[in-house]
T-cell receptor
Framework: DAKTTQPTSMDCAEGRAANLPCNHS???????VYWYRQIHSQGPQYIIH???NNETNEMASLIITEDRKSSTLILPHATLRDTAVYYC?????????????FGKGITLSVRP | DGGITQSPKYLFRKEGQNVTLSCEQN?????MYWYRQDPGQGLRLIYY???????QKGDIAEGYSVSREKKESFPLTVTSAQKNPTAFYLC?????????????FGQGTRLTVV
């Protein structure tokens, strides 16, 4: 699975959009981009995933660049409850290697 | 309700004792995973299993053991060989063999060794 790099932390004001970047320059054609978030002392929660098209659900939007080497998770109207660690990972559909590897993620702090 | 359950939520053990953490899922998922998380750190993969009676080492398997005798259960034993066992342990599962499925996580077990 391709490696991802994320900034260590960022903050945004409550009610504003939070744009969380992720680089995955070694992504291969069959690898999806997934985002999870972890609120303090809880298990991570799935947010969204995509292959090459932009995706949107009730939680967030995922924008993937045309070359697929980077992506941005957008929380359109951040609330204090969105303060969490956000993980960007990439993985292939299947195969012999079914590892699911997380990095350190990016800590988002939403300020009042 | 369908989900993945870890128990107990908090666990205290004396140094040198083996301890087993429970992870059960009723989602009919094929793949299950164990992670360790230390303060301020990301998730590190300990062991994973894609199918019953088979499992593979992750990135930090030393001092840990697992079994997968049933599809719904993937217990993790922290042995006395683990030098620094105090940590937050997370279990996850996902449906293998289907395209782009997400992982579901339990709420974790916080192990403290004194």
């Amino acid at each position: 699975d391709a490696k991802t790099t994320q900034p260590t932390s960022m903050d945004c004001a409550e009610g504003r959009a939070a744009n969380l970047p992720c680089n995955h320059s070694t992504i291969s054609g069959n690898e999806y981009v997934y985002w999870y978030r972890q609120i303090h002392s809880q298990g991570p929660q799935y947010i969204i995933h995509g292959l090459k098209n932009n995706e949107t659900n009730e939680m967030a939007s995922l924008i993937i660049t045309e070359d697929r080497k980077s992506s941005t998770l957008i929380l359109p109207h951040a609330t204090l409850r969105d303060t969490a660690v956000y993980y960007c990972i990439v993985r292939a559909y299947t195969g012999a290697n079914s590892k699911l590897t997380f990095g350190k993620g990016i800590t988002l702090s939403v300020r009042p | 309700d369908g989900g993945i359950t870890q128990s107990p939520k908090y666990l205290f053990r004396k140094e040198g004792q083996n301890v087993t953490l429970s992870c059960e899922q009723n989602l009919n998922h094929d793949a299950m995973y164990w992670y360790r998380q230390d303060p301020g750190q990301g998730l590190r993969l300990i062991y994973y299993s894609q199918i019953v009676n088979d499992f593979q080492k992750g990135d930090i398997a030393e001092g840990y053991s697992v079994s997968r005798e049933k599809k719904e259960s993937f217990p993790l034993t922290v042995t006395s060989a683990q030098k620094n066992p105090t940590a937050f342990y997370l279990c996850a599962s996902r449906h293998e063999g289907r395209q782009n499925t997400e992982a579901f996580f339990g709420q974790g077990t916080r192990l403290t060794v004194v």
